[in-house]
């Protein structure tokens, strides 16, 4: 029996030989002596008997055994040699009583190298087994920024937490995030992994019978994805055919990790014509057609945020008086958002607008299973197909209101006051440091965070001894200030200069057009990317309101740089940039890419200050920080 199933494993070695050769890649085990030559290993760590997956049992850690065994593990010698007569033996042990005695190996990258078993890993791996007992011995390396480096780190601490050395990740951050999603104590126990174990089986079953194994991710980052739509409390209770069922409403979601840039940042609205037929005029519509939701975080008396969107929300009833209607609700939270969806739409609503991040992943089980509903969410950098995102190029116009303060600063010192260090925020205060520069080289920007526990705005200025601040960009009515824009602070009194304005009026209109005219569905045709609409001043969605201190020379100066930015003759984030250690971040003569000013982790060199960690923030800025913090993102 055994001479017999050993001329089946050689004809699959042989075969595995000569396809390798034909393809000019080595025919032999991969050795980890060799690939260890490239490597600067840190330390190793002895984990002990451990059962490994076979799959991840790749080579042999010296070049002994190596010509023994085809790249497959497969043997390539003859059957009548020593080592088939041993190979033989091993494998007729395991059809009466299997093979028990563990193999020792090394662990390098998640990857098994074998020290001693090359002939047990070869048989056992010919009857499809799924793992072996091992002894191992982990080659940790240096940590670097390569990403494999950075993605092989998360995975340590993923197996130090779960105990699961099964569960493999091509996404920055997303071990951090399954953990977090399962919710359970770490380290875990053995229900835990036990439960978990079951739910990765059957999701990794329907997902490989939905196509899953035609898409370039890992089960894990597809089962992390998955996760984010629906909570683990209901995956455990999931058949089989609602596995498939709701993988296939997810397929979007899937889809959108292949991409190695998830996201499409849409700069410009398209134009759209707007088209009436001669019977329109002559009988106009008094039917509401549409009804749009706007989802509030917080009320408009607690929140100038809240109290701007919803001057769009006016805006937008006044210019669609016969084509919309809107309703909104505050106080919109994770905990509420599903139940309010669900409210919304029961009303008629069929366009919803979130109006906060903190929104976005848990309406993702609503979105996936209610595809007629438009969903937006207003926030950055979101990869998630079936949600899209927007948000506006304020940089530009803090570049201008950099260089208004830059100018009239006398003793060159600004203070800019941040909220969320989040996406976009950074871009904001960096293009603020950077218009100052540009017409004042000596400026220096001070920053202060008002998230901050230790936030003190008339200590920081006094301490600085700084007259201009650039601070918030709206005041609500409700508390009425005149800290708001960029203003110059003097004898306690504040005396405004210049307020940049999110036009969120024009913005909603734009895409309300959009929307009604077919061109929203149309944008992603054929693509796998989420959509973000980021758009600025050429869009009209972003503008700057002068007072009558500003100087006309200044003014003047200030208009012909806001029309050069509109039509893009001048890019905020041009020629070298440096940060603060003095590291360039942009090159002399080059304009830096969207996407590099959006996932902004660094402040530029005329930056006095830091980017605060989560746990120097107050409470109430913490979840959104987690969400989108730019702490948060550098490990995704």
Known sequence: MGELIYLEALRRGRKEQRKCLQKGRSPYLPVLDEILTQQNILTEQNLGLIDIPLEHVVGTSTRGRTYAFAANFMPILDEQSEFGCKWEALANAQLSEGIRDPIRVYEFMNRFYVIEGNKRVSVLKFFDADKISAYVIRKIPAQTEDVDIRLYYEFMKFYEATGLNTVEFTRLGYANK????????????DRTREDFRGVHFYFARAYAQCGGKHLPITIGDALTAFLKVYSYDDVLKMTPQEYAENISKCWKEFVVLTETKSVDLVLDPKEVAERKSLFSYLIPSSTKKYTVAFLYPKTIEESTWTYAHDLGRSYLEDVFTDQIQTICVDKVNADNIEEVLEDVVQKGASIVFEVGVEMMEPSL?????HPEVTILNCSLNEPHKNIRTYYARMYEAKFISGMIAGAMAENDKIAYVADYPIYGMIANINAFALGAATVNPRA???????TRKDYDLDRFLNM?????VSNQDLISPINPSREYGLYKYENGEATNILMPIWNWGIYYEKLIHGILAGTYKTEDEGEAKAINYWWGMSAGVIDLVYSKHVPSGVKRLAEHMKYDISVGEVYPFFGEIRAQDGTIKNKEGEVMSPEDIMKMDYLVENVEGDIPTIDLLKDQAKLIVELKGVEEAKEE
């Open 444 to 450: 220096r920007v001070y920053l202060d965070w008002s």
């Open 365 to 369: 089980k609503f979105a996936v299973e």
């Open 464 to 468: 600085n001894d700084i007259q201009y």
């Open 178 to 189: 399954l953990i977090d999603y399962i919710g359970a104590e770490t380290p875990w126990n």
